[in-house]
């Protein structure tokens, strides 16, 4: 059966460091896959999505990027965080239509 | 971008009442999701509607497809208290690529015991 990883669950990173979030899926070969952030309270936001490796399209303009170095991999990063991208933030795969969705990690910048 | 309305944004129910809420949009979509997210987790599947006036069941929860397929409905019958969480509805928009979904804001639903 297929499954969804991803990492750090929590994390609390200063304004200006780095962010390397990532996600691996087992089980099932060439997803689509996708990174989503959820502000407190609030709907799921597409950050990224990618139908291939080394193929990446971004939905709204941010601090953050996305690569897929690998088939199953999926890296969400920054080179420097700002106050505004916390919140939570979710790996996502899908099969047909069906996303199924990985357990979150709530970033906190402070 | 293309909205999803869900209604309602929060309720507050007794254990053992029936719960209904609803998306509705003016686009059309090929395929309506739901989901159910517990505090600190990822959505978790609970109902997947393929075909307009689809109504699917999955123990306690129904759901089904809108014959315009603008809109969607989740229907929970005799609330426990593990149903309590955010319920979302998802939707695959016609015509999109790479199943992009969009979602609704959630209903967050509370029960009393």
């Known amino acids: 059966s297929q499954t969804i990883h991803q990492w750090p669950a929590t994390l609390v990173q200063p304004v200006g460091s780095p962010l390397s979030l990532e996600c691996t899926v087992e089980?099932?070969?060439?997803?689509?896959l996708y990174w989503y952030r959820q502000a407190a309270g609030r709907g799921l936001q597409l950050l990224f999505y990618?139908?291939?490796?080394?193929?990446i399209s971004s939905e709204v303009p941010q601090n953050l990027s996305a690569s897929r170095p690998q088939d199953r991999q999926f890296i969400l990063s920054s080179k420097k965080l700002l106050l505004s991208d916390s919140g939570f933030y979710l790996c996502?795969?899908?099969?047909?239509?069906?996303?199924?969705f990985g357990q979150g990690t709530r970033l906190t910048v402070v | 971008g293309q909205q999803l309305n869900q209604s309602p944004q929060s309720m507050f129910i007794q254990e053992g009442e029936d719960v209904s809420m609803n998306c509705t949009s003016s686009?059309?979509?090929?395929?309506w999701l739901w989901y159910k997210q517990d505090p600190g987790e990822g959505p978790v599947l609970l109902i997947a509607?393929?075909?307009?006036?689809e109504l699917t069941s999955n123990g306690r929860l129904t759901a089904q497809f809108g014959i315009t397929r603008k809109d969607s409905f989740l229907n929970i019958s005799a609330s426990i208290p593990s149903d309590v969480g955010i319920y979302f509805c998802?939707?695959?928009?016609?015509?999109?690529?790479?199943?992009?979904?969009?979602f609704g804001q959630g209903t967050r639903l509370t029960i009393n015991p």
């Open positions: 996502a795969w899908t099969h047909h239509t069906e996303a199924f």
């Open positions: 089980g099932t070969s060439n997803p689509n």
């Open positions: 990618s139908v291939g490796i080394g193929q």
């Open positions: 686009s059309i979509f090929n395929t």
């Open positions: 509607l393929y075909k307009a006036g």
């Open positions: 998802a939707g695959q928009l016609s015509g999109q690529g790479a199943q992009k979904l969009v």
